[in-house]
């Protein structure tokens, strides 16, 4: 199997020895370029967070919600497009899929770079362009189902937990790099002259574009497709008649949404509740979420993915009560200590959760095949393989819809009361949900009575 091989029939990441000679390099050059095409996807999807707050300087007439709308609406497409991207990985192969989604993403760069030099714009079209932005969302859910299929299941939690903290730190690339990349000139063929404030609004679409070929270029030179995880809409579209995928989808919008919504309102909620203070600190929200998402896959993986979701969830409660505080009484380093703390509790939970989905269904298809013998077995693991990893692109869907929820949140609450007091409100009672779901479901004590011995041991203990 070299590195030119597209497609590899034989794979095998749960024979040690197999996994010693070749599998963990080959997974491992895949991981590699999965996060690159993926990172460029956040990057693009959340690039309006920053692109909105700089509009009216540049001539834009668009009121405070119509921004927060802009910023919201790719987080919207984001995660319907995960739909699709979820499902078109064993149907086409992961390196086929990463190198046409990764090529999509020249798309809303360009139209990106256009219109942001056109103050003349109607709203409506400005939404459209935005709008595109939402192909980087479905770059994660085609990775992370991708990824899944290369490690053993032991593995899982930390190797998900890299691919996806290396996409989400993408987030805080874009809100770092483009205010000071939109200083810098460079010759292009939408306008030659900076804007108002001398600021370069379209090299926060056109900086990305060798990096989007690059991606590309990866993705078809280093990547493979494993001929072992195909499996047809209609196999994959059974997972949706499961409980617990609906169960760990409402959690994962407690999770990653949280995460994805608080990146892309952060810029916008500092500059209308501390207008003094720079949005430039906002990329530190994304960078800790990020860095802490593999360590709460690595601390599923040790202590179990249900206790460290079910008191992440509470720690979640006690910082949005902490953000709501400050807010009151307008002191913006209280708030960004407790915001920050906030996208920490909601990077372990990406982890702790996606963590969890592995071994639910491997241990419920086990459950299943128990008595038919070792083909049995066999067949039991692989057919959870393939299903958790349309479970993790099915939940991570639902859970992007934070990145419209809570803009839109925040911005509705502005209008209508004059600060975001009142979705943090909403935010604090979504949590407490997810603390009843997460209890309920996966650390009752009477839940291992119904299933097999080891059901969701890794889940919970």
């Not at 205010?179 to 090299?203: D, E, K, R, S, W």
């Not at 939970?349 to 066999?378: C, D, Y």
């Not at 869907?397 to 609450?413: D, E, H, K, T």
């Amino acid at each position: 199997m070299s590195k030119r091989e597209t497609w590899i029939s034989d794979w095998n990441p749960e024979d040690e020895a197999f996994w010693e000679e070749k599998g963990k390099t080959i997974a491992r050059r895949n991981l590699i370029f999965s996060i690159l095409a993926e990172h460029l996807g956040f990057s693009i999807w959340l690039i309006w967070s920053i692109v909105a707050t700089k509009l009216p300087a540049m001539g834009f007439h668009y009121t405070t919600e119509q921004l927060f709308q802009l910023v919201a609406l790719p987080g919207l497409v984001g995660s319907l497009m995960r739909f699709p991207y979820t499902f078109a990985v064993p149907i086409f192969g992961g390196r086929n899929w990463t190198i046409v989604s990764a090529s999509l993403l020249f798309i809303p760069t360009i139209l990106l770079a256009h219109f942001v030099t056109q103050p003349d714009t109607p709203y409506g079209l400005m939404l459209a362009v935005a709008a595109t932005a939402g192909l980087g969302g479905g770059n994660f859910a085609s990775s992370m189902a991708n990824i899944s299929f290369f490690y053993p299941d032991r593995m899982k939690g930390w190797a998900l937990g890299l691919n996806a903290a290396g996409g989400n730190i993408g987030v805080s690339t874009v809100q770092l790099l483009v205010p000071i990349l939109m200083g810098f000139g460079i010759i292009n063929l939408y306008q030659a002259t900076p804007g108002p404030g001398g600021v370069f609004l379209q090299n926060a679409g056109l900086i990305w574009l060798p990096l989007i070929a690059i991606a590309v270029y990866g993705a078809a030179r280093y990547m493979n497709n494993l001929s072992n995880a195909r499996s047809t809409f209609k196999d994959q579209l059974a997972i949706t008649g499961r409980k617990h995928t609906w169960v760990m989808s409402w959690l994962y919008i407690g999770t990653f949404g949280s995460f994805i919504g608080y990146s892309a309102a952060f810029p916008l909620l500092i500059k209308t509740q501390f207008p003094a203070i720079t949005v430039a600190v906002a990329f530190l929200g994304p960078l800790v979420g990020s860095v802490a998402r593999p360590f709460g896959g690595l601390l599923a993986d040790k202590i179990g993915g249900a206790r460290v979701t079910f008191w992440n969830f509470v720690a979640m409660g006690v910082a949005t009560l902490g953000v709501m505080y400050y807010v009151d009484i307008k002191s913006f380093p209280g708030f960004l200590a407790m915001f920050l703390v906030l996208f920490v509790t909601t990077g372990v939970g990406n982890g702790s959760t996606f963590r969890m989905i592995p071994s639910i269904f491997r241990e419920e298809k086990l459950r299943e095949a128990k008595g038919s013998g070792e083909a049995g077995r066999a067949a039991a693991v692989k057919a959870a393989a393939t299903e958790s990893a349309a479970v993790i692109g099915f939940v991570s869907a639902i859970g992007a819809c934070g990145g419209y929820l809570i803009p839109r949140g925040f911005g509705a609450s502005i209008a209508a009361t004059g600060g975001p007091h009142l979705a943090l409100e909403v935010f604090l009672t979504f949590y407490l949900s997810c603390i009843a779901l997460t209890w309920w479901y996966y650390l009752r004590r009477n839940l291992f009575a119904q299933l097999a011995p080891t059901n969701l041991a890794q889940a919970r203990v």
